[in-house]
């Protein structure tokens, strides 16, 4: 009989807990398990925009608003880093330190360098085999979902191949041709004919009954009719949540002409029971309904994209908004998964956006208060000489009721004549805790010549765009640059600071949950196109 000691299997087995000891768990001869044999679905949550100080803010109004609404002051980030690990994600494309969301996407869905404003084709131009396509080859179902529209870039970087992310109507096409199982956003515009009237097919008036026939506009530059066409390939429509709820096996569900409604107005209509416009976390429970059944699992892409948008107009009150609706869908999927083995469910940033943090100053020092630490005895009150920012503006963030984007349609609808500061020194006030004085408004209206304007060129670029006091190269978006003007009238007494009104090269973070130790090649400091590969590596 041998002894314990020259068994070679207790050998290998005790080599392999002190290996396990020395914080490598790998038995001799055999690699590091990167993915259980189980794993069956993958779900990415994309936060576009999402920077570590995105995160951040959920984080800080979880913890600190005096009056937060989380429950026990805890988030969905929380609890994906109690099974989950954290790994961090350099964003950039090949030859630029900045990305934009659609090179990002497409290298986050094809593990390729791609370059900015390229969608689903590689840093020379060749068309990238996605994860979506790749999951179909091995029998998958898959899903997109989106709360900006479904042809923007995050979403149509994991199905369309073009040259420009703007080349939309193509985008279209190509979600056609790829053809996911479940395609729930915003966005019909691009899928409707140019000649509206002209069309009286099945798929045009149920889409006219469902919102309107005085609501529909179309992007398109020619007269397909996209909607028809997704129905010859097998999908059923929706246009609306009830159309939804009843809707079989394949569908395209496009529930708005251009965008999903922004995070404060889908917090104010969600208990509306005459609301016909899903949430991100209804799409992400339908989606994840249809696709559960699937023998063969599935791979899913959920994109919280108005983080982004929020940032891009630097206004961290619909930013809070949009974390906490990002909150919401995760906190879904990880209900969703928690008695499940079988699923990897990544959730990532494709960029940060703005440079967003809060920061102290000289403004609103707060006044002395006495400490009752023996370090003071005899000495003067606590004053820290600058300000730290009171907790309390989470809660007045929080409190914002319309988006700094609607207050100025509101106010670019007015008659020319009333589009003065004082009508919009009451429109923000009104909607608002940060208030704005009437010298404020009159700085945000003031303007100069655009650099870009020429005399008999295209009439879709204005004479003058809101003056920006500075960094104005890092503002391109020049009619919405108001908005930034705003964030900037407010930012000391909201101790918030945004450095730019684009993208920001900040590594972001990658959290991942699945079974086993499969997370483990996750949590390093990673390139985003590692991330698409091991993605995709974890779905093979
Ligand atoms: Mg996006
Ligand atoms: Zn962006």
Redesign the pocket.
């Known amino acids: 009989m041998q002894s314990a000691t020259r068994n070679p299997f207790v050998n290998r087995m005790t080599l392999a807990a002190l290996i396990c000891l020395l914080g490598s768990c790998v038995t001799p001869g055999e690699q590091a398990k990167t993915k259980s044999p189980q794993i069956k679905n993958i779900i990415m949550l994309i936060g ?1 925009g999402m920077g570590p100080q995105q995160v951040g803010l959920l984080l800080s109004y979880a913890r600190q608003a005096p009056h937060g609404v989380l429950s026990e002051r805890n988030t969905a980030v929380d609890r994906i880093m109690q099974r989950g690990r954290l790994g961090i994600v350099l964003p950039h494309p090949a030859d630029s330190l900045v990305t934009d ?1 659609a090179s990002a996407a497409t290298q986050l869905a094809s593990g390729q360098f791609s370059r900015p404003e390229l969608l689903g084709v590689d840093q020379h131009g060749d068309r990238v085999v996605n994860i979506v396509e790749r999951a179909k080859q091995l029998g998958k179902a898959t899903g997109l979902v989106s709360d ?1 529209r479904i042809t ?3 979403p149509a970087a994991f199905a369309a191949h073009q040259s420009h992310r703007s080349q939309e109507n193509d985008i279209a096409e190509d979600l056609l041709a790829t053809a996911p199982d479940v395609m729930l956003s915003a966005g019909y515009g691009y899928w409707i004919p140019k000649d509206l009237q002209a069309d009286h097919s099945a798929s045009m008036e149920s889409l006219r009954q469902a919102n309107g026939a005085d609501k529909l506009e179309s992007k398109r530059t020619d007269n397909k009719n996209l909607l028809s066409a997704a129905e010859r390939q097998g999908y059923r429509l929706a246009f609306n949540r009830e159309q939804l709820a009843s809707a079989q096996g394949k569908v395209l569900g496009l529930f708005a002409p251009l965008e999903m409604p922004d995070g404060i107005m889908e917090k104010q209509t969600k208990d509306d029971p005459t609301r016909t416009i899903p949430t991100l976390r209804e799409m992400t429970a339908e989606v994840l309904k249809r696709l559960e059944t699937r023998p063969q699992g599935f791979f899913v892409m959920i ?1 919280a ?1 108005q983080i ?1 948008w929020a940032s891009h107009h630097n206004d961290t009150g619909l930013l809070l908004h949009e974390m906490l609706k990002f909150n919401e869908t995760l906190n879904y999927v990880l209900d969703w998964a928690a008695q499940r083995d079988d699923t990897l469910i990544m959730v990532t940033a ?1 960029h940060e956006t703005g440079g967003f943090g809060f920061s102290y100053s000289s403004a609103n020092i707060p006044p002395a208060i006495s400490l009752p630490g023996k370090a003071f005895a005899g000495k003067a009150p606590y004053r820290p000489k600058v300000n730290y920012g009171n907790p309390e503006v989470l809660d007045r963030l929080y409190a914002q009721r319309l988006s700094y984007h609607e207050l100025f349609k509101r106010f670019n609808v007015l008659p020319k004549e009333r589009q003065t500061p004082d009508e919009l020194m009451t429109l923000v006030n009104a909607h608002t805790e940060f208030k704005i004085s009437r010298s404020q408004a009159e700085t945000i209206l003031t303007t100069e010549a655009n650099p870009l304007y020429r005399e008999g060129q295209a009439d879709k670029i204005a004479k003058l765009i809101p003056k920006m006091p500075v960094n104005s190269a890092f503002f391109p978006y020049a009619p919405d640059n108001r908005e930034n003007l705003l964030a900037q009238a407010v930012a000391s007494d909201q101790s918030v600071v945004w450095a730019s009104g684009t993208h920001t090269s900040t590594p972001v973070y990658l959290f991942t949950q699945g079974p086993g130790d499969m997370t483990v090649d996750f949590a390093k400091v990673l390139h985003q196109t590692q991330v698409g590969q091991l993605a995709i590596k974890a779905l093979e």
């Open positions: 576009d969301s900006t923007h870039a995050t994109e994209g982004d494709d």
